[in-house]
């Protein structure tokens, strides 16, 4: 099973900051992995598929990069509605892993 | 507008069943992998299992497998996860989620259903 870990486990920044939020494979999944946004008693959207690719409906703030084992999700300027809990997961081997999440909160 | 709405969660002591529900509406149902993901209180998410469009592929997690079953009725725009010997540790909200095509990502959740296992 691939582990996928997250960091850091909770991010503290204000809005209009940049937020960079990490995500490492055990293993290579290539570029097989996806992040999500979860905001509390609601359930997660999916923001980025294969490393960097924007879903449907996303906005431009949210990027990502990574290959192999690192992998980057970046929020340019932070608008208040992206405080949340972010997750990673990966496609690349069955059975399908999540990370454990990071928490970005306001400063 | 594509909407999931999950149903049949409930309390259930251990060793039970459950069988929960998840309506599709707003695309080709027929057409789309679909997928159970859950998430215990206060923890992260737990991929549970896949199914084909036809439902002729079906992929669980370990911990799961000889104790859940996905099901589709593709006439009924309907998915299902029934579940027996339940554990105290399949506690969770249990969410219903559309896969994006050629890919294992989910585009698209429900709401969730709560299923509490608990003596």
């Known amino acids: 099973e691939i582990v996928l870990t997250q960091s850091p486990a909770t991010l503290s920044l204000s809005p209009g900051e940049r937020a960079t939020l990490s995500c490492r494979a055990s293993?290579?999944?290539?570029?097989?992995l996806g992040w999500y946004q979860q905001k509390r008693g609601q359930a997660p959207r999916l923001l980025i598929y294969?490393?960097?690719n924007r879903a449907t409906g996303i906005p431009a703030r949210f990027s990502g990069s990574g290959s192999g084992t690192d992998f980057t999700l970046t929020i340019s300027s932070l608008e208040p509605e992206d405080f949340a809990v972010y997750y990673c997961?990966?496609?690349?081997?069955?059975?399908?892993?999540f990370g454990q999440g990071t928490r970005l909160e306001i400063k | 507008e594509v909407q999931l709405v999950e149903s049949g969660g409930g309390l259930v002591h251990p060793g039970g069943s459950l069988r929960l529900s998840c309506a599709a509406s707003?695309?080709?149902?027929?057409?789309?992998?679909m997928s159970w993901v859950r998430q215990a209180p206060g923890k992260g998410l737990e991929w549970v299992g896949n199914?084909?469009?036809?439902?002729?592929?079906?992929y669980y997690v370990d911990s799961v497998k000889g104790r859940f079953t996905i099901s589709r009725d593709n006439a009924k725009n309907s998915l299902y996860l029934e579940m027996s010997s339940l554990r105290d540790e399949d506690t969770a909200m249990y969410y219903c989620?559309?896969?994006?095509?050629?890919?294992?990502?989910?585009?698209?959740w429900g709401q969730g259903t709560l299923v509490t296992v608990s003596s």
């Open positions: 294969d490393a960097s």
């Open positions: 989620a559309r896969i994006l095509p050629s890919s294992s990502y989910y585009d698209c």
């Open positions: 199914i084909a469009q036809d439902g002729s592929q079906r």
């Open positions: 707003g695309f080709t149902f027929s057409n789309s992998w």
């Open positions: 997961q990966q496609r690349s081997n069955w059975p399908i892993t």
């Open positions: 293993q290579s999944v290539a570029g097989y």
